[in-house]
């Protein structure tokens, strides 16, 4: 090996080392290490820069786009709630989340699958109480399995089956049938999807850590008392309050529900709503913005509807009332708040107490806390007012489209049938999906700066600039056949040979990309199968599943990126469920392949 390329390996080493100690953010060891590569002249800028010009960048930014109209329109979560449901155990959770993501991904790239999961298992996860990071890694690798269903359920399926049709340009090879090229993939990818599947929900118990609490049991939290109407034609109504799902939300409770001047308080699961019902809830912030989400259900004052902000501009606010404040001691409809202010009190929280009254007969006290639905320059225009002693912007708390789910979902089929069935670029398609979002206004400009994890996308830049050093110094290559060649000296039979390479194919996977690995141990494949005189199909196939089985880092694949961070993980929790998995889904590749495919 060069000294070029011995600098790359430990480079590399030290990059995963530093990741591996917790006390270093992804992002700023991958470009420490990007940075050493160039500095050392192992790489030059342009090299080191090209990870960033690669079409994956602008695909998956723009997917973030998509998924971002998709979140804000209501329309997946509106798909993914009845799916999801409510499960009893961690086990059920994990199973009926698990099996559809699976089967969206092997249609679709699995990146924009998990980007739009993110927010609905994150909410999923506060109202079943259970802890998030034992869904998120779930999340991920059902995404990565069920990329091996279809010929494009992965890109590293197409690069591989490309090589594999360049190949047999310079053999006497009968090929595949375009039939066998599209479904040969999935006689695999479902067994082991399934297996897969199986084995993560029947071992999580055990290696999956719980690093987060259950999130919402914080029942000391700050209590707001809100007053909702249900709609006619709201999604509410007609249904018992435990099908509606209000039930579920957690530290929040509904207090009474006033129908036709009728008082009836702490309503039980089986009573139903009507349309026309005022629902009086009292609970913690989080699950009050969660409650506005729902379609069907308004703030009973008449005052949101005239604050003058466009939809896509409006957002909840926080204010605490200050002892100076003009509001002191009038009610909130004497106050004249949405004139003054432009704004709407929809809430309001003191020091723990419930507050027995409609929001506008509200006597207003210093030290309350009001929730308010108002424009976005409330907080910047009222940071220094003598009325408020604190001023905040609610995160997440902007008012969900409803009206416009159906064009999102729209865009998204569209986007779909553009990367699956056309030969435009799928950096075209993932563009134009992501300003078709724009324009239809599912998605504003405010919320396309936030929606993009511009982290995520330095983290992978960095590594393809990284890979790109592995391979420019043949140091990936040294590695790899160094492997093969211990492998050939135990004398193992064609399977034994197709987990060697199974093992191979898939470490290179970790370090240098799912699509850099096929690139680089294609060669390697064909070559020992020509020298065993053994038939490709099985090699190429094993290559296909092995290349894109990155469990065992969250910098492997960008969907444990993703997930890294929410679900709280450290560096190490990947591996202690991705390696035993990895091997599961090695063996019986093993196993099934050399039946569909003989050698």
Not at 424 to 449: D, E
């Amino acid at each position: 090996m060069s000294a070029d390329g011995w600098i790359a390996v430990v480079v590399l080493a030290a990059t995963v080392g530093a990741m591996m100690t917790n006390r270093v953010s992804v992002e700023l060891c991958m470009a420490g290490g990007l940075l050493a590569l160039t500095l050392a002249g192992v790489v030059d800028v342009e090299g080191a820069l090209s990870g960033f010009s690669r079409p994956t960048i602008f695909i998956i930014g723009a997917l973030f786009v998509v998924a971002s109209g998709l979140r804000e329109t209501g329309a997946v979560a509106a798909v993914a709630n009845r799916v999801l449901g409510r499960p009893q155990t961690a086990a059920e959770a994990q199973l009926r989340l698990m099996f559809p993501v699976a089967l969206l991904s092997g249609f679709m790239n699995n990146t924009p699958i998990v980007a739009m999961y993110l927010p609905i298992v994150s909410s999923w996860a506060r109202r079943i109480r259970m802890s998030p990071s034992k869904l998120f890694m779930p999340l991920s690798f059902a995404a990565i399995l069920g990329g091996k269903l279809t010929l494009i359920g992965s890109s590293s399926n197409i690069v591989v089956m490309e090589l594999y049709t360049q190949y047999l340009g310079t053999v006497e090879i009968q090929g595949l049938s375009s039939i066998e090229r599209f479904w040969g993939i999935g006689a695999i990818g479902l067994p082991t999807t399934i297996v897969g599947t199986l084995f993560i929900v029947g071992v999580s118990k055990w290696l999956l850590p719980e690093r987060k609490p259950a999130a919402g049991l914080a029942m000391e939290a700050r209590k707001y008392t809100v007053d909702l109407k249900v709609e006619p034609g709201s999604p509410v109504a007609n249904q018992s309050i435990e099908q509606a799902g209000l039930r579920h939300l957690p530290g929040l409770y509904l207090i009474e529900i006033e129908r036709d001047e009728e008082l009836i308080p702490a309503p039980g699961p089986e009573f139903h709503v009507r349309a026309g019902d005022r629902l009086v809830f009292a609970g913690i912030l989080e699950s009050v913005v969660d409650l506005r989400k729902l379609r069907g259900l308004t703030p009973v004052t008449d005052q949101v509807d005239k604050v003058d902000a466009g939809v896509t501009q409006r957002t909840l606010v926080e204010a605490v009332v200050s002892h100076s404040s003009s509001l002191v001691g009038k009610t909130v409809r004497e106050s004249r708040f949405r004139t003054v202010y432009n704004g709407a009190i929809i809430a309001v929280h003191r020091n723990g107490e419930q507050v027995n009254a409609k929001i506008g007969d509200i006597e207003l006290r210093p030290g309350d806390s009001l929730l308010v639905e108002t424009h976005r320059g409330f907080v910047d225009g009222y940071r220094n007012s003598d009325d408020f002693y604190l001023v905040s912007m609610v995160e997440g708390s902007e008012p969900v489209r409803h009206d416009r789910a159906w064009v999102a979902l729209a865009v998204l089929g569209a986007l779909v049938a553009g990367m699956a069935f056309t030969d435009l670029s799928p950096v075209l398609v993932a563009i134009l999906g992501a300003v078709a979002m724009i324009v239809t206004g599912c998605v504003n400009g405010n919320l396309v700066r936030n929606s993009i994890h511009w982290q995520v996308l330095g983290v992978i830049g960095c590594a393809l600039g990284i890979g790109q050093g592995l391979v420019q110094t043949g140091a990936a290559r040294e590695l790899a056949m160094l492997m093969l060649e211990v492998s050939d000296t135990l004398t193992l039979g064609p399977r034994g040979v197709l987990f060697v390479l199974f093992l191979i194919a898939s470490f290179c996977g970790q370090i240098v990309t799912n699509n850099g690995a096929a690139v680089l141990i294609f060669p390697v494949a064909m070559e020992t199968a020509q020298g065993l005189s053994l038939s490709p199909e099985p090699f190429i196939f094993t290559l296909m599943v092995a290349v894109g089985a990155c469990f065992v880092t969250p910098v492997s694949y960008q969907t444990n990126l993703m997930v890294h961070g929410p679900g709280g993980y450290r560096f190490e929790d990947f591996g202690r469920l991705g390696i035993p998995l990895t091997v599961v889904v090695a063996v019986l590749t093993v196993a099934i392949c050399p039946l569909v495919f003989p050698f």
